[in-house]
């Protein structure tokens, strides 16, 4: 495929002010009229022809104002649809096409899944529905009638309000017309047909519009969407107080389905759902499942501005949508929950994901310059350190400037097309602050690595701080310049407290320094006594941190540090020195500090439980290895990590097992956070008791899955359970697949979890679960669950020295790139930090990966993610 680039674009030559659709649903001849009001842009290219996007479409007919059109007056391929330069500045034109959604296995466009008709547009989907110009900058107004056979298709939906419906006369069919006011680009067009149950509320906006809301999911389901039903509704209501926010159609309806290559779809008006990310009952969802669905409803319903009202001039934007409403979401749960354990969670995601793809050929800047597949460019940097560069922009400006700029920025783009330099454009203009320097955040790609140096002087009360930054060299990116980086910080005195900061002889407000050169010095006065600094609370900046930092002054942090983050900080720093020495050296060094530490966080009464269980959470073996980052032998970390955990443990066993006991209950199950909160510790504490697979242990936990009245207690039994090779974990997997065969995300769960035991038999284990009736490999829930955690979750079982772990992953790629090369890509990702292995592993892994790039016939998909891993 040949490079987009960023440097390249374009106005559209044409703009298309109105879309009149007649989809006639059928599952394998649907027809599509289309009826586009044209217009030449003026600020487009003169006399350019009127070029549409197709993909795979078999055209019928084409129409100038009402009079076909002759062949030779336009060229149409599967690819595209050229009008030769007219000669008019306006008119109609319309194009009927046949698609056949049965066949469409890429879950892009129209598709059918457990037979009802859905679409997916972003990024380039609509394409596939009809010929338009398919990008984000061209936004109309869309009517759509839906037409389809009633016995089939009861529910018709689109974006929009509802016009009308009724009966085809005497075909059995009928009809919906829905009405959008709002323009949007193609990408945010929807479509669903099906048998499908409606969910049924309301909501009153703050200026008193009644809306009606609707989850539709497939009959039978409908007592699993409360739960959904409740997170729009806070969604709604926290955008209208938060960010000042109105939702703006009479209707907004959610559909959820089971066959979706993401997560979910912000259409206008009418999202669609991964069914994961909808469906929960006590039963059959986690805790984490429950947040999962608290963030993904609200995520999508605040693309409604961020996105919908305000979307992307060209993907390359694509993390002006993506990075702030995971910014927006994630503030959102904060609010909702503990805002010290969401940042801690959110801070764990960044690095596992983004740290990693930024440490590895396919690292990109948060806004590429270049792309050949945009699929592939749904990352976690664009996703997760998007939403960190708006989370340092407020830490800058502070609370008041960045709502300032967030209004401006609405308001002078509402019903516009933006890009990152109109949103910078608007934080600057709303607090007359510089922002040039911090643009660099979106260009540069890289983690910078930030060193940080304190020393206390005696005699002059005074602490001085000298700061080094540095980004290593990336893809593509030779030269590094330094960054701007807002450091949150404090200094603590002996009493534990943060002592005044006093900076170039002023009282600094914000307790805030702004890095900006490679090297940088501050010193803080009046200082009585040797403080303990405290810095990047909160992980104000996205950096690889290291301090001159002793293992006491850690020890202190973790028992004092005002800003929870740096407490939990400090643990994961604890354990992290040791595991990298015991991987390296072959042996644990003393643990003593760190399992006292531990003592203290555990047995601290005035401590949120949530926050235990994360702060005494190891880290894991990614994490690990990529701290190590060179000549990574998986066995090595895995060993080392699991020694550790046994040694703490031993060590801790009495307040472990006191603990889980004090937080065995026996009220009903509850989501809410704090109910959470003391099962996630609850079950952090099983796990420790039951690392030395003891026969009491095991019992404990059988006890438990047994006992269990939620999914999040009996899960996390059988996780135990799953990690000691024992006849309980086989009667205890038998016993889950029993109870849940005909739930299929509930099987997710335990292939997940067999996928991810570190054990030799694992690969055949999971080559045999591809043989069961539950998985397939056209389902992508199933296959990330399956395929997925193997490769992700398992280190040294995918990168078993044999290869054979990367050949299997290598042979199902492939397989898959012919009927899905998106999800099929997103697995070959799992190569990412391959050249961080050990020489052999990664010898192998780049067999493997090579072994893909010689197929003839990839996909631009899985061709790009190869061919960029490779370089
Ligand atoms: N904006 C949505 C992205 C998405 C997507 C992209 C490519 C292919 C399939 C897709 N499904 C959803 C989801 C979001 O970030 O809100
Ligand atoms: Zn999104």
Known sequence: ???????????????????????????????????????????????????????????????????????????????????????????????????????????????????????????????????????????????VRVEADRAEAPVLLSNGNLERNGPVADTGRHYTIWHDPWPKPAYLFALVG??????????????????????????????????????????????????????????????????????????????????????????????????????????????NW??????????????????????????????????????????????????????????????????????NFYTATVYEKGAEVVRMLKTLLGEDGFRAGMDLYYDRHDGDAATIEDFLAAFAEATGRDLSHFALWYAQS??????????????????????????????????????????????????????????????????????????????????????????????????????????????????????????????????????????????????????????????????????????????????????????????????????LRAVLAEALAAPLGETYDALTTTSPYSPDAAAAGRRSLRNLALDYLTSGATSEAIARAQAQYGAADNMTDRFAALAVLSQHDTPARTEALADFYRRFVNDPLVIDKWLSLQAQIPEEGTLERVKALTLLPVFSMSNPNRVRSLVGAFAVGNPTQFHRASGEGHNFLVDVVLGLDATNPQVAARLLSAFKSFRQLEPARRASAERALQRVAVTPGLSADVADIAIRSLS
Not at 20 to 29: E, I, K, R
Not at 31 to 51: F, H, K, Q, T, Y
Not at 481 to 492: R, S
């Open 1 to 143: 495929p040949v490079p987009v680039r960023l440097a390249d674009y374009r106005p559209p030559a044409w703009l298309v002010d109105t879309v009149d659709l007649d989809v006639s649903l059928h599952p394998t001849a649907t027809r599509v009229i289309s009826r586009l009001a044209l217009r030449r842009n003026p600020e487009g290219a003169a006399d350019a022809p009127v070029v549409l996007d197709g993909d795979g479409l078999t055209l019928v007919r084409v129409a100038l104002d009402g009079a076909p059109l002759a062949g030779g007056a336009y060229e149409a391929t599967p690819q595209s649809l050229t009008l030769r330069a007219p000669t008019a500045d306006r008119f109609v034109l319309e194009v009927e096409t046949l698609v056949n959604p049965t066949a469409n296995t890429r879950l892009m466009g129209l598709y059918r899944s457990s037979g009802n008709y859905c679409t997916q547009c972003e990024a380039e989907g609509f394409r596939r529905i009809t010929y338009f110009p398919d990008r984000p900058d061209v936004l109309s107004v869309y009517t």
């Open 194 to 303: 099906g048998n499908l149950s409606k969910v049924p509320d309301h909501f009153v906006t703050r200026s008193g519009r009644p809306i009606e809301l609707g989850i539709y999911v497939e009959p039978g389901k409908e007592s699993r969407a409360s739960y959904a039903m409740d997170a729009l509704k806070r969604s709604m209501r926290w955008d209208e107080t938060a960010f000042g926010r109105e939702y703006d159609l009479d209707v907004f309806n959610i559909v959820a389905v089971s066959d979706f290559n993401m997560g979910a779809m912000e259409n206008k008006g009418l999202n669609i759902f991964n069914d994961k990310y909808v469906l929960a009952s006590p039963e059959t969802a986690t805790d984490a499942d429950y947040a999962g669905i608290e963030s993904v409803i609200a995520h999508e319903y605040f693309h």
């Open 306 to 375: 961020s996105g919908n009202r305000v979307t992307c001039r060209d993907w390359f934007q694509l993390c002006l949508k993506e990075g702030l409403t995971v910014f927006r979401d994630q503030e959102f749960s904060s609010d909702q929950r503990s805002r010290p354990v969401k940042r801690i969670a959110d801070v764990r995601t960044l690095k596992a994901a983004q740290f990693t793809e930024d440490a590895g050929p396919l690292s990109h800047p948060v806004r590429p310059d270049t792309y050949r597949e945009i699929n």
């Open 446 to 643: 890289g983690t910078p690595r930030v060193t940080a140096t304190g020393a206390y002087d005696e005699a002059a009360r005074s602490f001085r701080l000298d700061v080094r930054q540095e980004t290593a060299p990336t893809s593509g990116q030779s030269e590094k310049k330094p960054v701007m980086l807002p450091l949150t910080l404090g200094l603590i005195g002996p009493d534990g407290a943060d002592q005044p900061l006093t900076l170039g002889g002023s009282n600094m407000p914000h307790p805030v320094i702004e890095v900006t050169e490679a090297e940088q010095s501050f010193v803080f006065t009046g200082l009585d006594a040797r403080p303990v600094l405290s810095l990047n609370r909160g992980f104000s900046a996205p950096i690889n941190l290291s301090t001159n930092l002793s293992d006491e002054d850690l020890v202190f942090l973790a028992a004092h540090d005002a800003d929870p983050f740096n407490r939990f900080d400090a643990m994961q720093g604890l354990a992290l020195r040791l595991l990298k020495t015991g991987a390296a050296e072959g042996r644990l060094p003393d643990a003593t500090p760190l399992v006292e530490a531990a003592r203290r966080v555990l047995t601290d009464t005035t401590l949120d439980p949530a926050f235990k269980a994360q702060a005494l959470a190891l880290p894991g073996e990614n994490e690990i290895a990529r701290e190590i980052a060179t000549d990574v032998n998986p066995d090595a970390v895995f060993t080392t990590r699991r020694a």
